[in-house]
């Protein structure tokens, strides 16, 4: 309904956090980047970027949407401001399902079909962050973000470098994943034998 209206829903929408951030005299904050699976009729068939998502809970799959939320947190109000449709590439889903498959009959790689290349069409959900984050900065320049907060998803250096680019000397604050590289001073260090050798402190 909302896609095909002629309302211009985005406008609303800036314009709505335009009015709170001036109403209640807010000049800076921290964004916080999530994504939500919302299920949907098993007959649904026209919503956008409908596909096939994992319950997590059933550890089946369900039919639904995910949806890539950018919240602000500031020390009077928090809302949500802005959000956008995640969707596998189709073409690339099924390639990846029947290279899993072939994989595991044993296979070899040089026998397996060749990755396809992703469409544009369908970006991953980081690029569709780093979009709603530059058209935050294109609609409030003036704003003052002091962090940027994400998970794993998220923590890779494609990503934090791409802040950097948006707003300098932001800080990124995001989840690690245990193969991931930490850098103290001069030293590296695997990240799970950092932390399994640092208890940290109340």
Not at 159 to 181: G, M, S
Request: aromatic content about 12%; charged content about 30%.
């Amino acid at each position: 309904m909302f896609r095909h209206s002629k309302i211009k829903w985005d406008s609303i929408l800036r314009n709505s956090v335009k009015s709170i951030l001036a109403q209640y005299g807010i000049t800076n904050g921290i964004l916080i980047i999530d994504d939500k699976d919302h299920s949907r009729s098993k007959n649904a068939r026209k919503l956008h970027r409908l596909h096939k998502i994992k319950d997590k809970k059933t550890g089946g799959y369900i039919l639904g949407q995910n949806i890539i939320l950018l919240y602000l947190v500031t020390s009077k109000v928090s809302f949500p401001i802005s959000f956008a449709f995640y969707a596998p590439d189709p073409l690339w889903s099924e390639w990846s399902r029947e290279d899993q498959r072939l994989k595991k009959n044993g296979v070899p790689k040089l026998k397996r079909p060749i990755k396809p290349e992703r469409s544009e069409d369908y970006p991953k959900k980081y690029a569709i962050a780093l979009e709603l984050l530059k058209t935050f900065k294109g609609q409030f320049p003036s704003f003052k973000v002091t962090c940027v907060l994400a998970d794993a998803l998220y923590g890779h250096k494609a990503f934090i470098d791409a802040i950097d680019n948006i707003w300098k000397d932001v800080q990124v604050i995001t989840q690690l994943r245990k193969n991931q590289k930490i850098i103290q001073g001069k030293k590296t260090f695997n990240c799970e034998q950092y932390f399994s050798s640092y208890s940290g402190w109340e």
